[in-house]
T-cell receptor
Framework: SQTIHQWPATLVQPVGSPLSLECTVE??????LYWYRQAAGRGLQLLFY??????ISSEVPQNLSASRPQDRQFILSSKKLLLSDSGFYLC???????????FGPGTRLTVL | KQEVTQIPAALSVPEGENLVLNCSFT??????LQWFRQDPGKGLTSLLL?????REQTSGRLNASLDKSSGRSTLYIAASQPGDSATYLC???????????FGSGTRLLVRP
């Protein structure tokens, strides 16, 4: 069966510090991968998605970037965090043969 | 631009009651519709996926329907239990990228 992991589970970072969040999927190959953010009082917003290694599409202009160095690994990064980057970050995957999307446990990021 | 609305925003019912959660959308040219539940501080759990050619899906006490022409989906929960308490989210896929557009959710409380 497939599983999706995210780490760290929680993170508290000062403004201006770098960020690296990692997501890995097990039990499947060549999935579509997604990063979403859920900010306090706001809905879930898609940040990035990837259909293959090195292929990244950005949905909204922001202070973040994403990379996919391996088939089942998706990384969310920032060089300098802003207060507005605080939120709950969720990674998800989909197989193109079946459209259901599955989510990881999330990373709670607080920028102080 | 697709807009997804979920009504009501919050709902409190006594245990055992049957209930309906509503999701409406402005652009009927959807690919698929997916219902999720989210427990506080947790990731999303997929409940049901309705493909655009389908009108309903059932899983246990859950039944989801889709009416693309009217831009509506409903999630029916039979014989509600306290363990059903969570936020329920509907999300649309508009194309083969399978990116999700979310509604703001319905927060459900089932009282013992």
């Amino acid at each position: 069966s497939q599983t999706i992991h995210q780490w760290p589970a929680t993170l508290v970072q000062p403004v201006g510090s770098p960020l690296s969040l990692e997501c890995t999927v097990e039990g499947t190959s060549n999935p579509n991968l997604y990063w979403y953010r859920q900010a306090a009082g706001r809905g879930l917003q898609l940040l990035f998605y990837s259909v293959g290694i090195g292929q990244i599409s950005s949905e909204v202009p922001q202070n973040l970037s994403a990379s996919r160095p391996q088939d089942r690994q998706f990384i969310l990064s920032s060089k300098k965090l802003l207060l507005s980057d605080s939120g709950f970050y969720l990674c998800a995957w989909t197989m193109t043969s079946y459209n259901e999307q599955f989510f990881g446990p999330g990373t709670r990021l607080t920028v102080l | 631009k697709q807009e997804v609305t979920q009504i009501p925003a919050a709902l409190s019912v006594p245990e055992g009651e049957n209930l309906v959660l509503n999701c409406s959308f402005t652009d009927s040219a959807i690919y698929n519709l997916q219902w999720f539940r989210q427990d506080p501080g947790k990731g999303l759990t997929s409940l049901l996926l309705i493909q655009s050619s389908q009108r309903e899906q059932t899983s246990g006490r859950l039944n989801a329907s889709l009416d693309k022409s009217s831009g509506r989906s409903t999630l029916y929960i039979a014989a509600s239990q306290p363990g059903d308490s969570a936020t329920y989210l509907c999300a649309l896929q508009m194309d083969s990228s399978y990116k999700l557009i979310f509604g703001s959710g319905t927060r459900l409380l089932v009282r013992p």
